[in-house]
């Protein structure tokens, strides 16, 4: 199985503007190692996860999102919206050509 990391680096993404992950209950095995290993060009400004499965997280992922610079923006019944104060010099997002989702 590839990490979402391993899969950017393929797809040879130099930055992502947001994330939506509902993996099932494993958010946690998909975000703890991106959130350990990504170098700060490819961390979203926002993150969606779905939470309703969070009672079989077994990694301290949200920590990790916390220590990254993210911080809760909202919660609704099933996600958790996060999002990451913007780096000076980093562009806002916009949409463009090379613009699509990457399915694993």
């Given at each position: 199985?590839?990490?979402?990391?391993?899969i950017?680096?393929?797809?040879?993404?130099?930055?992502?503007?947001?994330?939506?992950?509902?993996?099932?209950?494993?958010?946690?095995r998909v975000l703890g190692p991106f959130l350990t290993d990504a170098p700060d060009s490819l961390l979203?400004?926002?993150i969606?996860?779905?939470h309703i499965a969070g009672h079989r997280w077994e990694t301290g992922w949200f920590a990790r999102?916390?220590?990254r610079g993210y911080r809760e923006q909202g919660r609704t019944r099933t996600n958790l919206l996060l999002a990451r104060e913007r780096k000076p010099g980093r562009p806002?997002?916009?949409?463009?050509?090379?613009s699509r989702p990457v399915r694993a």
């Open positions: 199985m590839r990490t979402l990391l391993e950017l680096e393929t797809e040879e993404f130099d930055r992502l503007d947001a994330l939506k992950v509902d993996v099932e209950g494993y958010e946690d979203p400004a926002i969606v996860v779905e999102a916390l220590a806002a997002a916009r949409q463009s050509a090379n």
